[in-house]
């Protein structure tokens, strides 16, 4: 007997990591499934989204080109062979300073 699969993956252990210009967001399925991440400057307005074909359990995708010390709200989106689609709550994560790796400039220097 067929038995079609109505169940979406689902999805736990959200987690994110984060430097300066950009951020790894991980998470967990139960059954595999692709990778997306829709994120944004707004709660619940996601302007921008990464992600990956590929069907996995353990899920990774990295964000760029993001700016320094800035909030981004984001959540999570996997999507199994059966086209079942799960969607995560809504996440935060505050990306790191940016480094001044400028060297300061020493002038008017003296000897006495």
Known sequence: MFT???TPPVI???ASSTGATSATVTWTTDESSDSKVAYG???GVYTTSTSSASMVTSHSIGLTSLSPS?????????????????TSSEYTLTTAADVDATPPV????ASS
Do not use: R
Not at 70 to 86: E, G, P, R
């Open 12 to 14: 736990s252990a959200v």
């Open 106 to 109: 020493i002038s008017a220097v």
């Open 4 to 6: 079609t699969d109505t």
């Open 70 to 86: 800035t909030l981004y709200y984001y959540v999570v989106v996997s999507k199994d062979a059966s086209n079942n689609i799960a």
């Open 41 to 43: 400057t707004s709660a």
